[in-house]
């Protein structure tokens, strides 16, 4: 399928993470709620599942490693997948913020996978995962007040035309690109390392977009996965 909005990983990408792929749905007319008793439950449900995926330790494993080898202290600034679990050990649960975005954390929770989403409406061309020069400016906040920082150097990120929209390649999304309540057309982005089974990442894949559909019956879905190759991208 040739798809209308299609990430790119660059070649820097791979030769950190050659084991690195992510899968991509493009979802149009989703109807998002501020509040959904199914997705709530299916978050619920999937933060009483952490332990189902055999392979989730050896898969958050491989992140933590990941994120040491461009330079981020996984320690303080873990995956978003690691992130969410630490969060579910410590508080037992992980506040409802609006049907999209629980949907997408359960599927994390539920496979260990980092998830991320990004409101088209808000995004300016295509989505690349890069390594940072030092210069690309991230919209974020500091005691609630926006403001505008530059990212580390070497640091992995992901960007669009105006900036970094995703730091430390999945641990902090930016403001400008968050996904709202009245968001209607959205990139969603799983990411997968070697220790995430193929037949794992189709799965979450299935799960997810049965979520979704539930949820907006006449959304439409682009669905790609693509792998890290060493010589192409941007």
């Known amino acids: 399928m040739v798809m209308s909005f299609r990430p790119v990983i660059a070649p820097a990408i791979a030769e950190l993470r050659p084991d690195f792929r992510l899968l991509s749905v493009v979802a149009r007319d989703l109807v998002n709620r501020e509040d ?22 050896d898969h958050l494993a491989a992140w933590q490693e990941t994120y040491k080898a461009f330079g981020a202290k996984p320690q303080r ?4 997948a690691e992130a969410l679990r630490k969060r579910v050990a410590k508080d037992g649960r992980v506040p409802s913020a609006n049907a999209v975005v629980d949907i997408y ?7 260990a996978v980092p998830v991320g989403g990004e409101n088209l409406a808000a995004y300016i061309g295509m ?25 580390d150097a070497g640091e992995v990120i992901w ?24 968001s209607r057309d959205i990139w969603f982005v799983l990411e997968a390392l070697g220790s995430m089974p193929d037949a794992a990442l189709e799965e979450a894949s299935e799960v997810f977009i049965r979520q979704l559909r539930r949820l907006s019956p006449g959304a439409t879905f682009e669905i790609e996965v693509i792998r890290a190759v060493t010589g192409q991208g941007a």
């Open 36 to 57: 959904d008793a199914e997705a709530g439950a299916f978050l619920a449900d999937a933060c009483s599942r952490l332990d189902e995926a055999t392979w989730a330790a």
């Open 77 to 80: 600034t873990p995956c978003s």
């Open 105 to 111: 954390n359960a599927v994390s929770l539920r496979f």
């Open 127 to 151: 989505p690349h995962l890069v390594r940072a020069t030092g210069a690309e400016a991230f919209d974020t906040a500091k005691d609630g007040i926006p403001i505008q920082e530059l990212v």
């Open 159 to 182: 960007q669009d035309e105006l900036g970094a929209t995703c730091r430390r390649w999945n641990w902090r999304q930016g403001r400008r690109t968050r996904i709202e309540p009245d």
